[in-house]
Nanobody
Framework: QVQLVESGGGLVQAGGSLRLSCAAS????????MGWYRQAPGKQRELVAG???????NYAEFVKGRFTISRDNVKNTVYLQMNSLKPEDTAVYYC????????????WGQGTQVTVST
């Protein structure tokens, strides 16, 4: 089993910054890539950013240049640095882990709320 625990969400004004953290524990050797997803009220969950085990990253167009994903393989932690936040970034942010077996994001955290005020 894999456990993912997010932290770092909160309320911030537009233009501000937040850093989310996701600590992985358990059978971490079963995890390949890691990613951050978000889900706003009434909308589908969407990929924000992903990072492979070797550090290759990919971003959704709507966060390019503003968000940075990184991982610390020693601490088994993935980060999402969010700068220049906009009200439309308001959502619950989820950390996800890709299973090496299924090559799907099978592992999920409980989510952390990010609210950006005008």
């Amino acid at each position: 089993q894999v456990q993912l625990v997010e932290s770092g969400g909160g309320l911030v004004q537009a233009g501000g910054s937040l850093r989310l953290s996701c600590a992985a524990s358990g059978n971490i050797f079963s995890i390949n890539a890691m990613g951050w997803y978000r889900q706003a009220p009434g909308k589908q969950r969407e990929l924000v950013a992903g990072i492979t085990s070797r550090g290759r990253t990919n971003y959704a167009e709507f966060v390019k240049g503003r968000f940075t994903i990184s991982r610390d393989n020693v601490k088994n932690t993935v980060y999402l640095q969010m700068n220049s936040l906009k009200p439309e970034d308001t959502a619950v942010y989820y950390c996800a882990g890709e299973s090496k077996l299924t090559m799907s994001y099978d592992y999920w955290g409980q989510g952390t709320q990010v609210t950006v005020s005008t």
